[in-house]
C-alpha cells in the first residue's frame, strides 16, 4: 500500500483524559533523502497518556491516537494489518487500515498473553507467548532452594483464524530455572529465569524465540516442539568466532539463510570489552560447523547503553532502524537512528527524558481512504475501488420459468407468439440488474364449421327456434379448450304445402341420408336432387 500523507480520521476512537503531566516531546534532528521513504510507528512509554503515533519521512506527524490501555507494540504485521496489545484485557487487536478493529486474540487453555510479542500471519494464523509460572520444590534442585518457589514457565500458541489451537510449546519439556546462571544460588522465592521478548518465523518455517533472561535464541521444530538449536548463554551450542556474547538481547528476527538480526541490549557486555554498550548485530550460523559470525553491527557515535527494551528492524531498503528504546539513565527517553549500509545515520528522531519506546518500525503502510460502495463480487453494481460496503448492492434476480398455454396467439415483451416454443426475454428488475424469465408457450387453436340446412316454417337449433332465414353462429368450446364457433345457414320455406316446394322446380329424385330413394316426409332430413345439378338438405318441419 503506498503512503498517504493526509490524516484521515475515518472512525472516531474515544480520547480518554488523563490528569498526568504533558507527554515529553520528540525533535527530528537527522533527515536525509537516504532514509527509507515510509512512516514511523510507536507506541510512547512513559507516564501516560501513551499515544500511539505515526510519523511520515518529512517527520510530520499525520496520526496521533490515545487509546488508554490499548497500543503496546504498535505495528503492521505479516498480515499487513496493524496489531497492538491490550493491557486491560490480555489480548492482542487487529485493526484494518479503515481503523476498525476487526479482531481480538487471546491465548487458549488459561494462558493469559504476553505483551512482548505477536505474529499475524499472512495465512491467518495467529502466534502468541503466555508466561506460565508455577510453584517448584526448588528444595530438591539445589541445596538451600525455596520448596515453594514460583517458578517461570514459557508457552508458545499457533491458532488459526479461528482461534483454534494448533500448536503449543511448554518450556517445562526443554529449558531447566538453572539455565540462567544470573539467578544463582537459585535459592529466591520467585525465580523468572526466562523472560522471552520476541518470536519470529525462521527462514525454514520453524520458531525462533529471543529469551533475555538466559541470553539465549532458541530455534523450535514447528510441528514437534523438539529444539532444533541453542544460541547464547549458559547452553549455548555456537561457537562466537569474531564477536562477544550478546546479552539480555531484544528483537530477535530472521533475515534468511541462516542470518540473523537482533538488537543486543549488552547488560553484561563489560565482562567482555569492559563497557556497557547496546548494539544492532546481524549474525550468520553455521549450523554444520555450529559457528556464529558477525557480518555487521552498528553502535550509536555516542556509545548509547539501554538496560531495557529497545529493538532493530531491518528495512526494505537494505537499511536498519534502531531503536535505542530506554535511556533514561542519561536524561533521555530514547533515540531511534536510521543508518544505512555503511552505517552512516541518515534519520534520527530524540524523545525527551520519560519518553520510552519499546519498539520503533518503519512501515510504507497508512491508513485508506474510504470509499463507499458495493464490495460483493456477485452484485451487478459491484465496485471495485470499494472499501466500505453501504448496503447498495444489487443482484440479478433468479432466472424465472413459465410454462403457458393459451389460444391462437399470445403477446409477450411487444412480441405477437402464433406458434409454440420456448420463448426467452431479459428484463431489467427493480434496482437494474437483468431479470431473465423463460416462456415454455403452447398455442393450441380455436375452431369452426358451417352448416347449411332448410327449415320450413319453424327451425329449432341449439335450444332456439329460428322463424327467418339467416347466417346464425353459436360458440363452444373444442377438444383444446379454445373456441369453437358454428356457423348455420338457414334457409326458412314458409309454406302449408309441400307440393308448392316441388312445383318451383324441378326435382330429380329424394334421397334419404342414406342415399336411398324416397318420398316426402316431414321431420326427416331427406336430400333433393334436381334435374339442374342442384342439391338440397331439407327437413319439412310439423
Not at 498473553?113 to 505477536?118: E, R, S
Not at 503502510?365 to 451487478?380: E, I, P, R, T, Y
Not at 444489487?394 to 393459451?406: M, V
Not at 327456434?465 to 334457409?491: A, K, R
Amino acid at each position: 500500500m503506498m503512503i498517504k500523507k493526509i490524516l484521515l480520521f475515518l472512525i472516531i476512537i474515544p480520547t480518554l483524559s488523563f490528569t498526568q503531566p504533558q507527554q515529553p516531546n520528540y525533535t527530528i534532528t537527522v533527515n536525509t533523502n537516504q532514509a527509507w521513504d515510509a512512516n514511523l510507528f510507536f507506541q510512547r512509554g512513559g507516564t501516560a497518556p501513551r499515544p500511539v503515533k505515526i510519523i511520515d519521512s518529512t517527520g510530520t506527524e499525520i496520526f496521533s491516537q490515545n487509546w488508554g490501555m490499548k497500543g503496546w507494540d504498535f505495528k503492521v504485521n505479516y498480515n499487513n494489518k496493524l496489531s497492538y496489545f491490550d493491557r486491560s484485557s490480555k489480548g492482542w487487536f487487529i485493526m484494518d487500515s479503515l481503523q476498525n478493529e476487526i479482531d481480538s486474540v487471546y491465548c487458549q487453555n488459561g494462558y493469559i498473553a504476553d505483551n512482548h510479542d505477536f505474529l499475524a500471519l499472512p495465512n491467518g494464523n495467529y502466534v502468541l507467548i503466555a508466561y506460565d509460572e508455577q510453584p517448584y520444590a526448588m528444595d530438591t534442585v539445589v541445596a538451600g532452594g525455596d520448596p515453594n518457589a514460583i517458578v517461570e514457565g514459557l508457552i508458545i500458541q499457533e491458532l488459526d483464524s479461528n482461534h483454534n489451537l494448533l500448536f503449543e510449546w511448554k518450556s517445562w519439556d526443554h529449558f531447566h530455572v538453572t539455565d540462567n546462571t544470573y539467578l544463582s544460588p537459585w535459592t529466591g522465592s520467585q525465580l523468572n529465569f526466562i523472560h522471552a521478548n520476541a518470536i519470529d518465523i525462521d527462514f525454514d518455517g520453524h520458531f525462533i524465540i529471543s529469551s533475555r533472561g538466559l541470553d539465549e535464541i532458541t530455534k523450535i521444530h514447528r510441528t514437534t516442539g523438539e529444539v532444533i538449536w541453542r544460541w547464547g548463554g549458559s547452553q549455548n551450542e555456537f561457537t562466537f568466532i569474531n564477536d562477544y556474547p550478546f546479552t539480555h538481547q531484544h528483537s530477535i528476527r530472521s533475515l534468511g539463510d541462516n542470518r540473523y538480526l537482533l538488537y543486543d541490549n549488552g547488560n553484561h557486555s563489560d565482562t567482555y570489552i569492559g563497557v556497557k554498550l547496546s548494539r544492532a548485530v546481524e549474525y550468520e550460523l553455521d549450523t554444520n560447523l555450529m559457528t556464529a559470525e558477525k557480518v555487521w553491527e552498528f553502535v550509536h557515535p555516542d556509545s548509547l547503553y539501554t538496560p531495557s527494551i529497545s529493538g532493530v528492524q531491518r528495512l526494505p531498503n537494505g537499511n536498519t532502524l534502531i531503536d535505542f528504546g530506554n535511556l533514561q539513565w542519561l536524561n533521555i527517553g530514547s533515540i531511534v537512528t536510521e543508518v544505512d549500509t555503511n552505517g552512516q545515520i541518515v534519520f534520527q528522531l530524540e524523545y525527551d527524558d520519560g519518553g520510552n519506546l519499546y519498539r520503533a518500525q518503519k512501515f510504507d503502510w497508512f491508513f485508506a481512504s474510504q470509499n463507499v460502495g458495493c464490495m460483493d463480487l456477485l452484485a451487478c453494481n459491484y465496485d471495485s475501488t470499494a472499501n466500505v460496503d453501504d448496503g447498495s448492492c444489487c443482484y440479478p434476480t433468479p432466472t424465472i420459468a413459465i410454462t403457458l398455454d393459451t389460444c391462437d396467439s399470445y403477446s409477450w415483451n411487444g412480441t405477437n407468439y402464433t406458434t409454440s416454443g420456448t420463448y426467452i426475454n431479459t428484463f431489467p428488475n427493480q434496482c437494474g440488474c437483468d431479470s431473465t424469465i423463460i416462456l415454455d408457450l403452447w398455442i393450441k387453436h380455436s375452431s369452426s364449421s358451417l352448416v347449411t340446412d332448410t327449415g320450413y316454417n319453424n327451425y329449432t337449433w341449439n335450444g332456439i327456434e329460428y322463424t327467418q332465414s339467416g347466417i346464425y353462429t353459436f360458440t363452444t368450446t373444442n377438444s383444446e379448450g379454445c373456441d369453437s364457433i358454428i356457423t348455420l345457414d338457414l334457409t326458412m320455406i314458409n309454406s302449408t304445402n309441400i307440393n308448392e316446394i316441388n312445383s318451383n322446380s324441378k326435382e330429380y329424385r329424394i334421397t334419404n341420408v342414406l342415399g336411398k330413394e324416397t318420398s316426402p316426409k316431414k321431420n326427416t332430413p331427406l336430400f333433393y336432387i334436381y334435374t339442374d345439378g342442384r342439391v338440397e338438405k331439407k327437413i319439412i318441419l310439423e
